[in-house]
């Protein structure tokens, strides 16, 4: 079992791709072709949970914040970043960590939210757009049929669709069985136009092999934005429960089920309002509590909401901020489903080690 298994786990269950433009999720330290010991799941990768990885034996630490978020300009372990970055190098411990990506994936983290409290997931908060891009390539007309078969080529390995040719001049070509003649539009023209749907990510990725295999025939290559939206993927989520609780009966669900000693609430958790529609997002999640309201949320569960964001809209929603760690500790639990589901023996581990880095007093 290598690394790149466990990750490739992971990967499936939340791409990469569906990470914020700002976040760092993905391989952080080490190699994806180490043969796997065992893994270690927790929050944050502090030195004391790698010293724990490499007392259990686990050379694989995955993550929910990344260890690295910021570029590091020396490593010198004067920071606790550093000391861990350190820490896993010489001790050949492999960190990978899925933040916004798990944020953003169904099931990932506001699902689970939701699933503890039992309540029914209803559509995202902010759905995730322009995850797919249009590419294009133009070559010379003769070179068309090759650069098609190129396109198709790479629709397996890099997830491409809508195949089309835009524009060419008439060419003969025979194409794959079973595949309906994209040259067959004719039209006055020196250059062919050919475009496929790939995912943002990989876009880079296919101009490069695209220009490998055309050469001096390639003429441009270019991606397009797409607005394409799937109401499952994405930050926060609306949720609703069979039968209505009150506030109080809410709050102390939310605090069992996220093992929260405390929970800052706005002035409705005074009333008796029956609440049976929920909005939920792990972490920082303060930004969307408009969208909660917009969405017809009597109650919205996160954390570090501001002390403005209770002015303007306590009076209006239930909010209920059960801290930071509270809210994303049961990223563990996501991946040690993830895990166990594909590889059920493998030995797996929540980290002892870490703790709330918050102390109530």
């Not at 990344?66 to 606790?80: A, C, E, Q, V």
């Not at 970055?85 to 960590?97: C, E, M, W």
């Not at 524009?167 to 496929?196: F, K, N, Q, Y």
């Not at 429960?241 to 109080?248: G, I, M, N, Y």
Request: hydrophobic share 40%; proline share 4%; aromatic share 6%.
């Amino acid at each position: 079992m290598l690394n790149g298994n466990i990750i490739s786990a992971i990967e499936e269950f939340a791409p990469p791709v569906l990470q914020e433009s700002w976040d760092n999720t993905g391989l952080q330290v080490g190699s994806r072709r180490a043969e796997c010991t065992g893994v270690l799941l927790c929050v944050d990768v502090t030195p004391a949970v790698v010293n724990e990885a490499v007392n259990r034996g686990c050379n694989l630490i995955v993550s929910h914040h990344p260890l690295i978020f910021k570029g590091l300009k020396r490593i010198t372990g004067n920071t606790p970043v550093e000391e861990a970055v350190a820490l896993a190098i010489r001790n050949g411990i492999t960190v990978y960590s899925s933040h916004t990506a798990a944020d953003s994936a169904v099931g990932g983290v506001s699902y689970e939210m939701a699933r503890r409290l039992g309540a029914r997931p209803d559509g995202v908060l902010s759905p995730l757009r322009g995850l797919n891009v249009r590419v294009s390539v133009t070559v010379d007309r003769e070179a068309a049929p090759t650069a098609l078969i190129s396109f198709f080529d790479l629709a397996d390995t890099y997830g491409l669709s809508e195949i089309k040719t835009v524009s060419v001049d008439a060419v003969s070509s025979e194409m794959p069985l079973g595949v309906e003649d994209p040259l067959s539009e004719v039209r006055d023209s020196d250059v062919a136009v050919i475009s496929a749907v790939a995912a943002r990510a990989n876009a880079a990725t296919i101009g490069e092999r695209l220009a490998e295999s055309l050469g001096d025939r390639l003429h441009g290559f270019s991606y397009a934005n797409i607005e394409d939206t799937d109401s499952r993927i994405g930050l926060g989520l609306r949720a609703v429960f069979d039968e209505a609780v009150t506030p109080s009966a809410l709050i102390a669900k939310v605090k069992d089920a996220f093992d929260s000693p405390i929970a800052r609430c706005s002035g409705l958790a005074m009333s008796d309002t029956p609440i049976r529609r929920i909005a939920l997002c792990g972490g920082s999640g303060g930004e969307f509590i408009s969208a909660a309201l917009r969405g017809g949320a009597q109650a919205y569960i996160s954390s570090d909401i501001r002390y403005h964001d209770f002015v303007d809209y306590g009076n209006d929603i239930l909010i209920i901020d059960i801290g930071h760690y509270e809210s994303e500790s049961c990223t563990k639990e996501i991946f040690y489903r993830v895990i166990k589901e594909k590889f059920p023996n493998f030995a797996t581990y929540y980290s002892e080690t870490e703790q709330n880095p918050i102390k109530y007093i």
